[in-house]
């Protein structure tokens, strides 16, 4: 059966408005409303055509609707210097990696979600705990892509065309998860994964926060993580220090 669902995700994924959509495939925008509303159903030839436009293969029309990406639940840096179609471009690139993890998560056993969250706070003490939650200790955090991973939180990359969205974080269902820029470099992805972990841990909710406040908890709490303060020294004393080894 048809979903009008994905026609919307497809449509939005690719950054098309009902206009631009009706001259790539030759249909109205009013059928092509109507399709997307379910008041009618397009016949295969027509969507084959819709397909084609939209550059999906057609069964990704017949599968069940993908899940939603609630936009007041996903953390985007500077969410005002992007566009409308930006923004739905790169939820719709969420939802398609929502259901590419609902088939990972049937098909093989995946770590169970394990980020806990400090909304009442500070962004330094909050990473101090998760550090010590994790068992870090002082030591620089390790790759964090696979720190990440093995507590649970799903991370992709986003598509080439979706860059512009820099990287941004949610939770859906209990599931964290983060879509980070390759074309970073290992440093600056180092720090936009700690980042997204920051909105994970401080602005956990259906609604999260955002805004500069928001970014600069989150730069706080990427520092604290990433390169904690050395604990005390011990005293001086003229005892000969013991090998490391």
């Known amino acids: 059966m048809f979903t009008p669902e994905r026609l919307v995700l497809a ?20 059928s092509i409303t109507a ?3 379910a008041r009618k159903n397009p016949s295969e030839e027509t969507l084959s055509s819709l397909a084609a436009a939209l550059r999906f293969p057609q069964s990704f029309f017949h599968a069940p609707p993908a899940p939603d990406m609630v936009p007041g639940a996903v953390s985007f840096r500077a969410p005002s ?3 409308a179609a ?15 993890n609902n088939w990972l998560e049937d098909h093989f056993t995946l770590p169970a979600p394990d980020v806990p969250t400090y909304t009442d706070l500070t962004p330094e003490h909050a990473a101090s705990q998760v550090r ?13 892509v696979h720190l990440l991973e093995a507590h649970g939180v799903r991370v992709f990359s986003l598509a080439p065309d979706c860059l512009d969205a820099d990287a941004f974080s949610t939770t859906r269902h209990g599931t964290p998860y983060i879509l980070l820029n390759t074309r970073k470099t290992g440093e600056r992805g180092r720090f936009d994964a700690a980042h997204e972990l920051g909105h994970l841990v401080l602005h956990s909710g259906t609604q999260t926060p955002r805004g500069p406040a928001a970014e600069a908890a989150a730069d706080a709490f990427t520092s604290a993580f990433l390169m904690p303060k050395a604990a005390p020294s011990p ?5 000969p220090p013991q090998s490391a080894y």
């Open 235 to 239: 005293s001086r004393s003229t005892t």
């Open 11 to 30: 449509r939005k994924r690719r950054r098309m408005t009902l206009a631009e959509l009706s001259r790539e495939s030759g249909y109205s925008a009013q």
């Open 86 to 100: 930006e923004r739905d471009s790169a939820l719709s690139c969420g939802s398609i990696v929502a259901t590419l």
């Open 35 to 37: 399709f997307e509303n």
């Open 132 to 144: 010590a939650d994790w068992g870090l200790g002082e030591a620089p955090a390790p790759n964090m």
């Open 81 to 83: 210097k992007m566009s």
